[in-house]
């Protein structure tokens, strides 16, 4: 892609798009540029890509043809306010702040501009990231297969209407942090029964992936293929009567609904 993408923020979200995009080859580094305000994390961002960097968000504004905010949302107004004089006439803002939606980016710009709202997530820094994006009536069709694209360079992703976006937020957005605490609560058991250390990170990572990729390649029903690992009478059903026990499926829809609910707070 010869456009210009520029970042505003390049923390957590921000770094692992930005280095998916540069190690798929979707954008050569010199056509990214990337504001922050954190001069050491843009120095180790310039030496290990490439790309540009700069400390002032209007010089992203000005350059960027796409222009993906990836600040906080309790600061989204103010670097709005600081950059909004800045930006192309025609730029596609991608804006991938919780909370933050079409209509409150179009307010905040105060003027017809181009947002594609997307949920990503952090995974993104390995080429297995999750996306949604919702268009507003601005975005073109090619702009936004455009969009698709960067995000399936690292990921998946899928187009959705702008009113799943707090429920996205909950099952991909914030997921992977859930999924990290159960692969850590698996390796800590692991080592209770002595197994090294890391080892048991291996093994219990390796399995999450291992699952995620049947439910994904065969097709089947997640309850048929835990069915296929537990043999009657055996270890496994011992391990998932525990589980229910303890209202494993329960603590994960109330976590994924008090998610949800945060996400719609912060969009007031
Ligand atoms: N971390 C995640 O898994 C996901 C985060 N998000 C969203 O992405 C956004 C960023 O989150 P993270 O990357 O986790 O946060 P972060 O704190 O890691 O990154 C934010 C970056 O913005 C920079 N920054 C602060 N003030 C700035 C300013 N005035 N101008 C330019 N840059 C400034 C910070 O120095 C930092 O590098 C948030 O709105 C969050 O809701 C969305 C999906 C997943
Ligand atoms: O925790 C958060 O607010 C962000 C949104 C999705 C993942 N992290």
């Keep these: 892609m010869n456009k210009i993408i520029g970042f505003i923020g390049c923390g957590n979200m921000g770094g692992a798009m930005m280095a998916g995009l540069i190690k798929a080859g979707i954008s050569a580094p010199e056509n990214i540029i990337v504001g922050d305000l954190n001069e050491k994390r843009l120095e180790e961002t310039k030496k290990e890509f490439g790309v540009r960097v700069t400390t002032d968000n209007r010089e992203v504004a000005k350059e960027a043809d796409i222009l993906i905010l990836s600040i906080k949302p309790n600061i989204y107004k103010v670097v709005i306010d600081g950059l909004k004089d800045s930006v192309k006439e025609d730029v596609v803002v991608i804006t991938i702040a919780a909370g933050k939606g079409?209509?409150?980016?179009?307010?905040?710009?105060?003027?017809?501009?181009?947002?594609?709202?997307?949920?990503?997530?952090?995974?993104?820094?390995?080429?297995?990231?999750?996306?949604?994006?919702?268009?507003?009536?601005?975005?073109?069709?090619?702009?936004?297969?455009?969009?698709?694209?960067?995000?399936?360079?690292?990921?998946?992703?899928?187009?959705?209407?702008?009113?799943?976006?707090?429920?996205?937020?909950?099952?991909?957005?914030?997921?992977?942090?859930?999924?990290?605490?159960?692969?850590?609560?698996?390796?800590?058991?692991?080592?209770?029964?002595?197994?090294?250390?890391?080892?048991?990170?291996?093994?219990?990572?390796?399995?999450?992936?291992?699952?995620?990729k049947m439910v994904l390649e065969t097709g089947k029903h997640p309850g048929a293929l835990k069915d296929m690992v537990c043999s009657p009478g055996g270890t496994t059903i011992e391990a998932v009567a525990a589980l229910e026990e303890r209202g494993f499926r329960s603590a994960v829809i109330e976590a994924m609904r008090v998610c949800a609910d945060k996400s719609r707070e912060m969009s007031k």
């Design 102 to 212: 079409i209509k409150e980016t179009e307010e905040l710009f105060g003027r017809d501009i181009k947002v594609i709202k997307v949920m990503p997530n952090t995974p993104a820094l390995v080429g297995e990231g999750m996306a949604a994006l919702a268009p507003n009536n601005k975005v073109t069709k090619e702009e936004l297969q455009e969009a698709v694209s960067m995000f399936e360079s690292f990921g998946q992703a899928e187009i959705l209407d702008e009113k799943y976006m707090d429920a996205v937020t909950a099952v991909s957005g914030s997921s992977p942090a859930y999924v990290f605490m159960f692969i850590e609560a698996m390796a800590d058991a692991a080592v209770l029964e002595g197994i090294p250390r890391d080892k048991a990170y291996k093994m219990a990572a390796q399995a999450v992936l291992g699952s995620a």
